[in-house]
């Protein structure tokens, strides 16, 4: 049975897993994102692979894909007049990677 791997990475670690994926024989396609809480650039790598590969595939990800802290700074909230808000930066942690494994119905290549 074919599958889908989906997987949501950070764009730091994208071209590294990419390559990772090829030197092991898997192909890959790169679609360019944008994530939500910070709004900073992702990258959705998709992989079709037989079932028996999935295991590996995820391991690739997980080997090429680490989550890391970062300081942001906080958006000001709404003030009212003669209110100041000095925003403190907050530690957030990114990277890592997000990852779906779907089944696929019917694949094609031409």
Known sequence: MM???L?????D????LIRALEQRGHRCTKISTT???LREGNATILV?????????????IKENCHARTQLVSPLPPV???G???IPRPVEVQVGGATVF???????EKF
């Open 35 to 37: 994530g939500g809480f």
């Open 48 to 60: 079709g692979a037989e079932a028996a590969q999935v295991d590996e595939i995820l391991a690739i």
């Open 101 to 107: 494994v779907l089944n696929v119905e019917r694949s």
């Open 3 to 5: 599958k889908l791997i």
């Open 7 to 11: 997987s949501i990475v950070h764009s």
């Open 79 to 81: 003030a009212e007049a």
């Open 13 to 16: 670690d994208a071209e590294i």
């Open 83 to 85: 209110e100041f808000f």
